[in-house]
């Protein structure tokens, strides 16, 4: 390959490496194992007794030598590895096709690591202890879906986190079950398309450089309208390819907002509250005077379905929460 060719592919992949294409390298990242702080206050409201929690203890342990094994050994290499870099979409679509098997797999050994541990506190558990400890599950597959970053502001916003078990009736309680269950589709489907889209950029950028390859006639002028044409072309191949993922995400945040609103409206009036505030706290909102003209100046509405309408409802006790305001 020419030293102009070569110039040529670089100069054009780096005119692609969009902020949008940038952030799905960036979450590529495996969730952090459960640890005993984070599963001891999840537990605590399925009151174990003491022989249970010493038994949780020593399933834990082992949970975390496994998880530490996997971590230090195979998952640091492929962290390590070209294939798994931010871009190699675009500079080695070969090796970031190998890394995206060798990720899939190292996806299911940390699921099983997590459904050996759930497995065995089933056994430790009474029967009173089940229902709870399987949202317990879907709860950690959520996060594991997830990964280490998320996927934007809000996105892992959890309702049960902000919701004190003890105000929940059997009404409000099934809400939640069927939030959950529906974020846990959601975020399935969301990761699905994730690797689809992946899979499809590797496509296009193979395809790219092998036309390169015949088109490229050594000439400047006229390799540069040729770059400029293929740019165009790549882009467009992409934001096609991004699209269904792009509207997955939209439904994923949807969701988040609608599961916020419904239970806001069966709760008591200060839980209500302080879940609306816990929303927006995760969007990285603070209520002032000039939120409700900011979020429309900056398109947030759009991103986030209703958080306007949310905020203006804010502002008949604006006083309280702003003193002088």
Same mark, same amino acid.
């Given at each position: 390959?020419? /030293?102009w %060719?070569?110039?040529?592919?670089?100069?054009?992949?780096a005119?692609l490496?969009?902020?949008?294409?940038?952030a799905?390298?960036? /979450? *590529? #990242?495996?969730?952090?194992?459960?640890?005993?702080a984070t599963?001891?206050e999840?537990?605590a /409201?399925?009151?174990?007794?003491p022989?249970?929690?010493?038994?949780l203890?020593a399933? #834990?342990? @082992?949970?975390?030598?496994?998880?530490?094994?996997?971590r230090?050994?195979?998952? &640091?290499?492929?962290l390590?590895?070209?294939g798994?870099q931010m871009?190699?979409?675009?500079?080695?679509?070969e090796?970031?096709?190998?890394?995206?098997?060798?990720?899939?797999?190292?996806?299911?050994?940390?699921?099983?690591?997590?459904e050996?541990?759930?497995d @065995?506190?089933?056994?430790?558990?009474?029967?009173?202890? @089940?229902?709870?400890?399987e949202?317990?599950? %879907?709860?950690?597959a959520?996060?594991?879906?997830?990964?280490?970053?998320g996927r934007?502001a809000g996105?892992?916003?959890?309702? *049960?986190? #902000?919701?004190?078990?003890?105000?929940?009736?059997?009404?409000?309680?099934?809400?939640?079950?069927d939030?959950?269950?529906?974020?846990?589709?959601?975020?399935?489907?969301?990761?699905?398309?994730?690797?689809?889209?992946?899979?499809?950029?590797?496509?296009?950028?193979?395809e790219?450089?092998?036309?390169?390859?015949?088109?490229?006639?050594?000439?400047?002028?006229?390799?540069a309208?040729?770059?400029?044409?293929?740019? #165009?072309m790549?882009k467009?191949? %992409?934001?096609?390819? *991004?699209?269904?993922?792009?509207?997955?995400?939209?439904?994923?945040?949807a969701?988040?907002?609608?599961?916020?609103?419904?239970?806001s409206?069966?709760?008591p009036?200060? +839980?209500?509250h302080?879940?609306?505030?816990?929303?927006?706290?995760?969007? +990285?909102?603070?209520?002032?005077?000039?939120?409700?003209e900011?979020?429309?100046?900056t398109?947030?509405g759009?991103?986030?379905?209703?958080?306007?309408?949310?905020?203006? &409802?804010?502002?008949a006790?604006?006083g309280?929460?702003?003193?002088?305001?």
């Amino acid at each position: 390959m020419s /030293n102009w %060719l070569t110039r040529l592919i670089i100069v054009t992949v780096a005119l692609l490496m969009t902020p949008a294409t940038m952030a799905q390298g960036a /979450n *590529r #990242h495996f969730a952090e194992p459960m640890s005993w702080a984070t599963l001891r206050e999840r537990l605590a /409201n399925l009151s174990p007794a003491p022989g249970q929690w010493a038994d949780l203890e020593a399933a #834990h342990s @082992q949970y975390l030598a496994e998880m530490d094994e996997l971590r230090a050994g195979a998952i &640091a290499r492929w962290l390590a590895s070209p294939g798994s870099q931010m871009g190699a979409e675009f500079s080695d679509p070969e090796a970031s096709a190998q890394s995206a098997r060798e990720q899939s797999d190292l996806r299911n050994k940390l699921a099983q690591i997590d459904e050996t541990f759930f497995d @065995q506190a089933a056994t430790v558990m009474g029967e009173a202890q @089940q229902q709870p400890l399987e949202r317990m599950r %879907l709860r950690r597959a959520r996060d594991r879906m997830l990964g280490k970053k998320g996927r934007g502001a809000g996105f892992r916003f959890e309702l *049960r986190d #902000h919701i004190d078990p003890m105000v929940l009736t059997d009404d409000t309680r099934s809400l939640l079950f069927d939030w959950e269950d529906r974020r846990t589709d959601l975020l399935r489907t969301l990761i699905r398309l994730d690797e689809e889209q992946s899979r499809a950029m590797r496509e296009v950028m193979s395809e790219f450089q092998a036309a390169l390859v015949d088109q490229v006639t050594g000439n400047p002028d006229d390799d540069a309208d040729l770059a400029t044409q293929m740019q #165009h072309m790549v882009k467009e191949r %992409l934001a096609e390819s *991004r699209a269904p993922y792009l509207k997955a995400l939209k439904q994923c945040r949807a969701h988040n907002w609608a599961g916020t609103r419904t239970l806001s409206d069966e709760l008591p009036s200060t +839980d209500a509250h302080r879940l609306r505030m816990a929303y927006l706290d995760a969007l +990285d909102l603070h209520i002032n005077h000039d939120l409700s003209e900011t979020i429309r100046n900056t398109g947030l509405g759009a991103q986030h379905p209703d958080v306007l309408s949310i905020v203006e &409802a804010f502002h008949a006790d604006m006083g309280a929460l702003m003193p002088g305001a």
